[in-house]
């Protein structure tokens, strides 16, 4: 199973340009924790598994709306529809839903 979540992290890394800081902010871990994922030597559990699975569902998400070498730029931005919060910092307080919502709206613009 540490294979999967190796390969996962190694995944949502390249494809949204982030470095194992990001995914340690994310997933609320120390970097070295990340890394011992990325290297399959540990495996996360619990809510560490759900922000994984978060951030790669968020980051493909993303990739198909904008350049994928600005996403992890977008990652870190303050976002106004956030309350000028970063998206990281709000998934990693597992509030995936108010990510998906705004990323939804990226996805499919509501003309005006």
């Given at each position: 199973?540490?294979?999967?979540?190796?390969e996962?992290?190694?995944?949502?890394?390249?494809?949204?340009?982030?470095?194992e800081?990001?995914?340690?902010?994310?997933?609320?871990?120390?970097?070295?924790?990340?890394?011992?994922?990325?290297?399959?030597?540990?495996?996360?559990?619990?809510?560490?598994?759900?922000?994984?699975?978060?951030?790669?569902?968020?980051?493909?998400?993303?990739a198909?709306?904008?350049?994928?070498?600005?996403?992890?730029i977008?990652?870190?931005?303050?976002?106004?529809?956030?309350?000028?919060?970063?998206?990281?910092?709000?998934?990693?307080?597992?509030?995936?839903?108010?990510l998906?919502?705004?990323?939804?709206?990226?996805?499919?613009?509501?003309?005006?």
């Open positions: 199973m540490s294979v999967a979540f190796a996962e992290v190694s995944y949502v890394r390249a494809l949204g340009h982030l470095s800081q990001d995914v340690a902010l994310a997933t609320g871990v120390a970097r070295s924790t990340v890394n011992a994922w990325a290297r399959g030597t540990r495996q996360p559990t619990g809510e560490r598994v759900e922000r994984i699975a978060e951030l790669s569902a968020l980051v493909e998400r993303l198909r709306v904008m350049e994928p070498s600005y996403v992890a977008w990652l870190h931005k303050p976002l106004p529809a956030l309350g000028d919060d970063k998206a990281l910092d709000v998934l990693a307080r597992g509030d995936y839903r108010r998906s919502a705004l990323v939804a709206e990226l996805e499919y613009p509501v003309a005006s």
